[in-house]
């Protein structure tokens, strides 16, 4: 039911479309919120609302609320819980509230695979599955798959009869592996498991084979996809010649040439109206084409040899992708194009039975294991939800849902696929003009289409939706961006007014979609926006002949030590970052900078550049594990316990640490067996040489052959840990440089190994397999992660892992990278729309070409990844909340900044859709944006450009132009030597120093100023600060130490019939002096009851009753200061426990700091008579055989002893009680000996 929405308060400091997000209802609302917005505040608001509306309170377990990870989902908890807990504090009596934070631990908010899950294991009988079964790991399900596919072919290839099967194969395979079968096979039932029935999408694929009843290719369903690549082929065309025909009009221009090229454009756009006809007629227009000889100018020197040559180039590239285009796809007839469809639509039937088999063998493989993937859980509880008869009807479980969910709310809803889709129409109402489903997220940043995300279901309700939300639902921009300052907005702005629409982005960016400034900053003339070119050129103008080329100097480490360098400069000019925790300014630090890429692949040179400036740094990078030198070793040795035949493993091992033989041991080893694997050779050299190796190499073999034995006995992680125990492999690598992450790579090995032990596959054998599949397929597990969110390091990590974290400073690295288009090339093409298109194989002609279908596949793939990369640029962009810094190299600045130019003259301010299309780089897309900047002409050097247009913006832009020279040598010091350069050059002897001699100097000649203050503990107890005044004594046992002694545990069980240690004695004793009640004096019975009570209720073992001296104890309570204990047994305290601070400098005479510690101890007894208060210690020592029951002697030494520890006592005491201790007692049980101290004694 619609309700109205409240008016918003002066005081609340919600924006007005961020209030109608928490407030509206009654509807589906779509809140389209851009980067930096608040979405989630206004998230967990909406949800606080929900729960405290005053006419319709709800109770938060009836909201299913939907992120897209389970950090997210965390999060979300986490915020509300605390969102409900500061609405009790105004509330403390609601007992609504009070249920709220006992519900929140049963609220529904999880990830949409959680959900799934909880729906799986209620409705399992449902399902007919296993209650019990287990959820696997990807990596897990790609095992059991590749079983069941193998197991499948191989079924197939051993029917000879399967005809159709074979045929398959001759299509799809080459001579040697049958690898793309499987791998088609996978991709369709990949693509098919996003679909909300994936069964009908493969039989859909086929339809596109059928083409009996077609007659033109502009029939067939994908037709739309190749118009509009057409069509864009034409506009880029008609776009170079009318640049160069206004060209042609400038001063000087070849005006003469006008004739011509008015001309080509009058063939361009009759063939633009031609699109309207069949495909041959199309194709009979374009071959028609006939581009004429350009006019011969007359008087050169009248016109602007620059101007000519730029018409002459726009031209030619008119042509070129008229005649590219023709080649492309008019070559063949629409009638043979229909033809090579129709050949292939038996072989596309046959490989989509073999699909849907495999899926149906996949799925009942798992079952009958008891596992179940991911993809599982969406497809199980989809079923489960929908009604058996109509599928797109909720089932009685799913009405269940309805009934309790009040409204569903979806974070990221624009990375949601079909089937999520389908779960959540199944869960809501079923209209959008009075439904229950609010979803939140931003077009802009659907950046997982290669996860299958459809970004179409977010536009699809954006166009459907209005803002009143009266017909149908309600959308709501949300564009105020509150991280980041006006410089980094007004950038973002500039650059996607020119870039992104519906055409290329697929989202227009107009009014709503722009960013808007809601956060304020203070002002800041450090946080322009600036743009780094890098020129790889050399310069011709040059002196030095031999100076290293770019090719010897990648451009990876030239962007690198650009980076690390600016960084630097960053750091060492203190520039001002605002902390909007402390609302003020502060000096920069190096987690406040992070370096964005689309990929990781120049985080090694990076990493090389800032260890270069001693610069901290950590790259999250998700690859290279396998390639750790210490996780490649321990494979290679797991390899060699599972079969020592594979020389090269073994040589890896051989050369490790691991045995650390060098190249002559090998070589000595391999000449006593030069045609024998090399382990026999090793073996034969172990039994006929004897030399000094022999002993390294027999220890080695029988170390192997014990591991060998272990392996068949126990299991990989326990092989792993023994490996390490006795190689002390984990140790050593812990001393080499990056030894924190070598060990936590090698600890990884050992949890993977753990729950790869857990899985249904076992054994090292099999674990070596599968390490070995994913190191063909390329998949890589990712290093072991050991940095800490806070720690203060530059980070470097991919666009995608940044999204949804912001950084004050954020370098955009690699601009010129270009976009990952291999997939198009690929055989075999897959879209969500139109299945799967591969090349026609000509059985008799034995050619092989693309189909119609596939080139189509092929450009609407171009568009869709064109798309995406744009809004992985707007994700990019968005992170920096002050200051952006995007840098990128160029092949040559003067022919890259000319490219860019040629959109200086585009009037409107959205560019071209062909200039979009045609960029293969951000830096192509960026540089075609700045030219048009009010600043650029006057940054680049450049003299005023007739027709050039200015675009208004507030846009503050630095260009930084740089020479890749200035990066051959570490810095940009004028004192940096050469030497490496010399002797690369000219073969000197140079006086080189490692860059590293210094570092290693000063680490290893490095003094802590405050040795003595380091060897202290913050906390010590009174007896180790007794110990520190100890004068070693020939009666005594205490010897001076630094360190604290070592902490003592309870006996293990099968020790505790050993004699007890004198320290055990003595806490017997107490224990039990503790224990005795005080009211009435103890009898020799009372203790020993005691002592059999303690013993029975475990509070000590037989041994140490048996220590306890009865008599002892009753000398004890006959003595004068038991009978004080007893005459006032309410006042008397036992075992006390204090902590107190005194000054370090207090024990510690070389310590100079006046800091304090804190002093920690135990006060046996403490009696309070009324008018003294008294302070006993029990006291073990030997009397009778260290000083031969000589009282006399043993007193002086114990109260010297013992002096230190007492006065502490006293003084805490004083301290803590505001009163005076006035006696302080030592009682020895050995010889009933009582002593009192005075302090200071």
Same mark, same amino acid.
């Given at each position: 039911?619609?309700?109205?929405?409240?008016?918003?308060?002066?005081?609340?400091?919600?924006?007005?479309?961020?209030?109608?997000?928490?407030?509206?209802?009654?509807?589906?609302?779509?809140?389209?919120?851009?980067?930096?917005?608040?979405?989630?505040?206004?998230?967990?608001?909406?949800?606080?609302?929900?729960?405290?509306?005053?006419?319709?309170?709800?109770?938060?377990?009836?909201?299913?609320?939907?992120?897209?990870?389970?950090?997210?989902?965390?999060?979300?908890?986490?915020?509300?819980?605390?969102?409900?807990?500061?609405?009790?504090?105004?509330?403390?009596?609601?007992?609504?509230?009070?249920?709220?934070?006992?519900?929140?631990?049963?609220?529904?908010?999880?990830?949409?695979?959680?959900?799934?899950?909880?729906?799986?294991?209620?409705?399992?009988?449902?399902?007919?599955?296993?209650?019990?079964?287990?959820?696997?790991?990807?990596?897990?399900?790609?095992?059991?798959?590749?079983?069941?596919?193998?197991?499948?072919?191989?079924?197939?290839?051993?029917?000879?009869?399967?005809?159709?099967?074979?045929?398959?194969?001759?299509?799809?395979?080459?001579?040697?592996?049958?690898?793309?079968?499987?791998?088609?096979?996978?991709?369709?039932?990949?693509?098919?498991?996003?679909?909300?029935?994936?069964?009908?999408?493969?039989?859909?694929?086929?339809?596109?084979?059928?083409?009996?009843?077609?007659?033109?290719?502009?029939?067939?369903?994908?037709?739309?996809?190749?118009?509009?690549?057409?069509?864009?082929?034409?506009?880029?065309?008609?776009?170079?010649?009318?640049?160069?025909?206004?060209?042609?009009?400038?001063?000087?221009?070849?005006?003469?040439?006008?004739?011509?090229?008015?001309?080509?454009?009058?063939?361009?756009?009759?063939?633009?109206?031609?699109?309207?006809?069949?495909?041959?007629?199309?194709?009979?227009?374009?071959?028609?084409?006939?581009?004429?000889?350009?006019?011969?100018?007359?008087?050169?020197?009248?016109?602007?040899?620059?101007?000519?040559?730029?018409?002459?180039?726009?031209?030619?590239?008119?042509?070129?992708?008229?005649?590219?285009?023709?080649?492309?796809?008019?070559?063949?007839?629409?009638?043979?194009?229909?033809?090579?469809?129709?050949?292939?639509?038996?072989?596309?039937?046959?490989?989509?039975?073999?699909?849907?088999?495999?899926?149906?063998?996949?799925?009942?493989?798992?079952?009958?294991?008891?596992?179940?993937?991911?993809?599982?859980?969406?497809?199980?509880?989809?079923?489960?939800?929908?009604?058996?008869?109509?599928?797109?009807?909720?089932?009685?479980?799913?009405?269940?849902?309805?009934?309790?969910?009040?409204? @569903? $709310? *979806? %974070?990221?809803? /624009? &990375?949601?696929?079909?089937?999520?889709?389908?779960? !959540? =129409?199944?869960?809501?109402?079923?209209?959008?003009?009075?439904?229950?489903?609010?979803?939140?997220?931003?077009?802009?940043?659907?950046?997982?289409?290669?996860?299958?995300?459809?970004?179409?279901?977010?536009?699809?309700?954006?166009?459907?939706?209005?803002?009143?939300?009266?017909?149908?639902?309600?959308?709501?921009?949300?564009?105020?961006?509150?991280?980041?300052?006006?410089?980094?907005?007004?950038?973002?702005?500039?650059?996607?007014?020119?870039?992104?629409?519906?055409?290329?982005?697929?989202?227009?960016?107009?009014?709503?979609?722009?960013?808007?400034?809601?956060?304020?900053?203070?002002?800041?003339?450090?946080?322009?926006?600036?743009? @780094? $070119? *890098? %020129?790889?050129? /050399? &310069?011709?103008?040059?002196?030095?002949?031999?100076? !290293? =080329?770019?090719?010897?100097?990648?451009?990876?480490?030239?962007?690198?030590?650009?980076?690390?360098?600016?960084?630097?400069?960053?750091?060492?000019?203190?520039?001002?970052?605002?902390?909007?925790?402390?609302?003020?300014?502060?000096?920069?630090?190096?987690?406040?900078?992070?370096?964005?890429?689309?990929?990781?692949?120049?985080?090694?040179?990076?990493?090389?550049?800032?260890?270069?400036?001693?610069?901290?740094?950590?790259?999250?990078?998700?690859?290279?594990?396998?390639?750790?030198?210490?996780?490649?070793?321990?494979?290679?040795?797991?390899?060699?316990?599972?079969?020592?035949?594979?020389?090269?493993?073994?040589?890896?091992?051989?050369?490790?640490?691991?045995?650390?033989?060098?190249?002559?041991?090998?070589?000595?080893?391999?000449?006593?067996?030069?045609?024998?694997?090399?382990?026999?050779?090793?073996?034969?050299?172990?039994?006929?040489?004897?030399?000094?190796?022999?002993?390294?190499?027999?220890?080695?073999?029988?170390?192997?052959?014990?591991?060998?034995?272990?392996?068949?006995?126990?299991?990989?992680?326990?092989?792993?840990?023994?490996?390490?125990?006795?190689?002390?492999?984990?140790?050593?690598?812990?001393?080499?440089?990056?030894?924190?992450?070598?060990?936590?790579?090698?600890?990884?090995?050992?949890?993977?190994?753990?729950?790869?032990?857990?899985?249904?596959?076992?054994?090292?054998?099999?674990?070596?397999?599968?390490?070995?599949?994913?190191?063909?397929?390329?998949?890589?597990?990712?290093?072991?992660?050991?940095?800490?969110?806070?720690?203060?390091?530059?980070?470097?990590?991919?666009?995608?892992?940044?999204?949804?974290?912001?950084?004050?400073?954020?370098?955009?690295?690699?601009?010129?990278?270009?976009?990952?288009?291999?997939?198009?090339?690929?055989?075999?093409?897959?879209?969500?729309?139109?299945?799967?298109?591969?090349?026609?194989?000509?059985?008799?002609?034995?050619?092989?070409?693309?189909?119609?279908?596939?080139?189509?596949?092929?450009?609407?793939?171009?568009?869709?990844?064109?798309?995406?990369?744009?809004?992985?640029?707007?994700?990019?962009?968005?992170?920096?909340?002050?200051?952006?810094?995007?840098?990128?190299?160029?092949?040559?600045?003067?022919?890259?900044?000319?490219?860019?130019?040629?959109?200086?003259?585009?009037?409107?301010?959205?560019?071209?859709?062909?200039?979009?299309?045609?960029?293969?780089?951000?830096?192509?897309?960026?540089?075609?944006?700045?030219?048009?900047?009010?600043?650029?002409?006057?940054?680049?050097?450049?003299?005023?450009?007739?027709?050039?247009?200015?675009?208004?913006?507030?846009?503050?832009?630095?260009?930084?132009?740089?020479?890749?020279?200035?990066?051959?040598?570490?810095?940009?010091?004028?004192?940096?030597?050469?030497?490496?350069?010399?002797?690369?050059?000219?073969?000197?002897?140079?006086?080189?120093?490692?860059?590293?001699?210094?570092?290693?100097?000063?680490?290893?000649?490095?003094?802590?100023?405050?040795?003595?203050?380091?060897?202290?503990?913050?906390?010590?107890?009174?007896?180790?600060?007794?110990?520190?005044?100890?004068?070693?004594?020939?009666?005594?046992?205490?010897?001076?130490?630094?360190?604290?002694?070592?902490?003592?545990?309870?006996?293990?069980?099968?020790?505790?019939?050993?004699?007890?240690?004198?320290?055990?004695?003595?806490?017997?004793?107490?224990?039990?002096?503790?224990?005795?009640?005080?009211?009435?004096?103890?009898?020799?019975?009372?203790?020993?009851?005691?002592?059999?009570?303690?013993?029975?209720?475990?509070?000590?073992?037989?041994?140490?009753?048996?220590?306890?001296?009865?008599?002892?104890?009753?000398?004890?309570?006959?003595?004068?200061?038991?009978?004080?204990?007893?005459?006032?047994?309410?006042?008397?305290?036992?075992?006390?426990?204090?902590?107190?601070?005194?000054?370090?400098?207090?024990?510690?005479?070389?310590?100079?700091?006046?800091?304090?510690?804190?002093?920690?101890?135990?006060?046996?007894?403490?009696?309070?008579?009324?008018?003294?208060?008294?302070?006993?210690?029990?006291?073990?020592?030997?009397?009778?055989?260290?000083?031969?029951?000589?009282?006399?002697?043993?007193?002086?030494?114990?109260?010297?002893?013992?002096?230190?520890?007492?006065?502490?006592?006293?003084?805490?005491?004083?301290?803590?009680?505001?009163?005076?201790?006035?006696?302080?007692?030592?009682?020895?049980?050995?010889?009933?000996?009582?002593?009192?101290?005075?302090?200071?004694?």
């Amino acid at each position: 039911m619609k309700k109205e929405i409240p008016m918003k308060p002066d005081s609340v400091t919600w924006t007005e479309d961020q209030w109608k997000a928490i407030h509206a209802s009654g509807q589906n609302i779509l809140v389209a919120a851009a980067a930096g917005s608040g979405k989630t505040a206004v998230l967990v608001n909406r949800v606080i609302e929900k729960i405290i509306d005053p006419e319709n309170p709800i109770d938060v377990d009836e909201l299913l609320i939907v992120t897209f990870t389970n950090a997210s989902a965390a999060e979300m908890k986490a915020r509300i819980g605390r969102a409900i807990e500061n609405a009790l504090l105004a509330n403390e009596s609601s007992g609504h509230l009070k249920r709220q934070i006992a519900l929140l631990n049963y609220a529904s908010i999880s990830t949409l695979h959680s959900f799934c899950l909880d729906v799986i294991k209620r409705y399992y009988y449902l399902a007919d599955i296993d209650p019990e079964f287990r959820l696997i790991d990807p990596i897990e399900s790609a095992m059991v798959r590749d079983e069941v596919m193998d197991k499948l072919l191989e079924e197939h290839y051993g029917q000879a009869e399967d005809i159709a099967f074979f045929e398959l194969v001759d299509t799809f395979t080459g001579d040697r592996s049958d690898d793309d079968i499987s791998r088609v096979v996978g991709e369709l039932y990949d693509f098919s498991r996003a679909h909300p029935d994936p069964e009908k999408w493969l039989e859909a694929i086929v339809t596109n084979y059928d083409v009996a009843n077609i007659s033109d290719v502009v029939d067939l369903s994908f037709y739309p996809v190749i118009e509009k690549q057409l069509l864009m082929t034409l506009r880029q065309a008609e776009h170079f010649l009318r640049h160069a025909i206004l060209l042609c009009g400038e001063t000087a221009g070849p005006e003469p040439y006008i004739v011509t090229l008015n001309n080509d454009l009058d063939q361009v756009m009759f063939i633009i109206e031609a699109l309207n006809n069949g495909w041959n007629e199309l194709g009979d227009t374009w071959k028609a084409v006939k581009f004429q000889r350009i006019a011969t100018l007359k008087n050169k020197d009248m016109y602007d040899e620059v101007l000519v040559d730029q018409v002459k180039k726009l031209r030619d590239q008119a042509k070129k992708v008229i005649t590219d285009a023709q080649n492309e796809w008019f070559q063949r007839s629409g009638t043979n194009y229909l033809l090579d469809l129709g050949k292939m639509k038996p072989t596309i039937e046959t490989l989509i039975a073999l699909s849907k088999e495999f899926s149906v063998r996949f799925y009942e493989e798992k079952v009958a294991r008891g596992m179940l993937d991911f993809n599982d859980l969406e497809h199980l509880a989809l079923r489960i939800l929908s009604d058996p008869e109509h599928k797109n009807k909720p089932s009685s479980a799913a009405l269940g849902y309805l009934a309790k969910f009040k409204e @569903v $709310l *979806i %974070d990221e809803y /624009q &990375d949601t696929n079909m089937v999520q889709e389908s779960i !959540l =129409s199944l869960v809501t109402a079923d209209t959008e003009a009075d439904g229950n489903l609010f979803m939140v997220g931003d077009v802009k940043q659907s950046i997982y289409r290669f996860r299958l995300a459809e970004p179409g279901l977010f536009l699809a309700k954006y166009k459907r939706y209005t803002e009143d939300g009266h017909e149908t639902g309600m959308k709501i921009d949300l564009s105020q961006n509150f991280r980041s300052r006006s410089e980094v907005l007004d950038t973002t702005n500039f650059i996607f007014n020119q870039l992104m629409d519906t055409e290329v982005g697929e989202i227009e960016y107009d009014s709503q979609a722009e960013l808007v400034l809601g956060a304020n900053f203070p002002e800041s003339d450090t946080s322009d926006t600036e743009l @780094v $070119l *890098i %020129d790889m050129e /050399q &310069d011709d103008k040059s002196d030095e002949a031999d100076d !290293l =080329s770019p090719e010897q100097l990648q451009k990876r480490q030239v962007e690198a030590r650009y980076i690390a360098r600016r960084i630097d400069l960053l750091i060492q000019e203190k520039t001002p970052i605002f902390d909007k925790a402390l609302k003020q300014y502060r000096a920069i630090e190096y987690r406040d900078i992070v370096i964005l890429s689309r990929a990781l692949t120049s985080a090694p040179e990076m990493e090389e550049a800032m260890k270069e400036l001693d610069i901290p740094f950590y790259a999250n990078n998700n690859s290279g594990y396998f390639e750790a030198t210490e996780v490649a070793v321990m494979i290679s040795l797991l390899k060699i316990i599972d079969n020592p035949y594979q020389d090269i493993p073994l040589a890896s091992v051989l050369r490790s640490p691991l045995i650390g033989l060098n190249e002559d041991a090998m070589a000595r080893i391999r000449a006593v067996g030069k045609n024998m694997p090399y382990f026999e050779a090793l073996e034969k050299y172990a039994i006929t040489q004897s030399d000094g190796l022999v002993e390294q190499v027999q220890s080695f073999l029988k170390q192997l052959s014990n591991w060998r034995e272990l392996s068949m006995r126990e299991n990989l992680a326990d092989l792993i840990s023994q490996i390490f125990q006795e190689t002390h492999f984990y140790d050593f690598m812990g001393g080499l440089p990056g030894g924190k992450q070598r060990q936590a790579n090698l600890r990884a090995l050992l949890d993977r190994a753990n729950q790869y032990e857990k899985t249904a596959f076992r054994g090292l054998f099999r674990f070596i397999r599968f390490v070995e599949k994913l190191e063909v397929k390329g998949q890589d597990l990712g290093t072991a992660k050991t940095l800490g969110e806070k720690e203060d390091v530059v980070r470097m990590m991919t666009i995608h892992a940044s999204k949804g974290l912001e950084f004050p400073v954020v370098f955009l690295s690699g601009l010129d990278r270009k976009f990952n288009m291999r997939d198009i090339y690929n055989k075999y093409l897959f879209d969500k729309d139109f299945g799967f298109a591969t090349r026609y194989n000509d059985p008799v002609k034995r050619i092989v070409y693309p189909t119609i279908m596939q080139q189509a596949i092929k450009y609407k793939k171009v568009a869709e990844m064109t798309a995406e990369e744009m809004r992985v640029l707007y994700v990019a962009l968005t992170r920096a909340e002050e200051k952006l810094i995007l840098v990128g190299t160029v092949p040559s600045l003067e022919k890259a900044t000319a490219e860019w130019e040629r959109s200086m003259h585009q009037a409107e301010w959205i560019l071209p859709a062909s200039v979009r299309y045609q960029a293969k780089t951000y830096l192509q897309w960026i540089g075609s944006v700045f030219v048009r900047h009010p600043s650029y002409l006057a940054q680049m050097g450049v003299t005023q450009v007739s027709g050039a247009v200015k675009l208004p913006t507030n846009m503050s832009l630095v260009i930084a132009k740089h020479q890749y020279e200035e990066f051959l040598t570490v810095n940009n010091d004028d004192k940096e030597d050469s030497g490496w350069l010399d002797i690369v050059k000219y073969g000197k002897d140079a006086e080189t120093e490692s860059p590293y001699y210094r570092q290693i100097q000063n680490r290893l000649g490095f003094e802590y100023g405050f040795k003595e203050e380091a060897e202290i503990r913050s906390k010590q107890s009174v007896t180790e600060v007794k110990r520190q005044f100890s004068v070693t004594d020939s009666f005594s046992d205490t010897r001076f130490t630094r360190n604290a002694q070592p902490v003592s545990f309870e006996r293990p069980k099968f020790m505790q019939e050993q004699k007890l240690t004198a320290t055990e004695r003595g806490t017997a004793m107490h224990t039990v002096m503790q224990a005795l009640s005080l009211d009435e004096k103890p009898t020799s019975r009372t203790v020993a009851l005691l002592l059999e009570d303690l013993v029975t209720r475990e509070i000590m073992n037989e041994n140490q009753a048996a220590s306890i001296q009865i008599d002892e104890i009753i000398a004890f309570f006959d003595s004068e200061l038991g009978e004080i204990m007893i005459q006032n047994a309410t006042r008397t305290s036992r075992e006390i426990p204090f902590s107190y601070k005194i000054p370090a400098n207090r024990l510690y005479q070389k310590v100079e700091t006046d800091e304090q510690i804190i002093v920690q101890g135990m006060i046996d007894v403490m009696v309070d008579t009324g008018d003294e208060l008294i302070i006993i210690d029990y006291k073990t020592d030997q009397i009778t055989g260290k000083f031969e029951n000589d009282w006399l002697r043993a007193e002086p030494v114990l109260k010297k002893r013992y002096q230190v520890q007492m006065d502490m006592y006293k003084e805490a005491v004083e301290k803590i009680s505001s009163r005076q201790v006035d006696h302080v007692y030592l009682y020895f049980f050995d010889g009933d000996h009582i002593c009192e101290l005075t302090e200071g004694e």
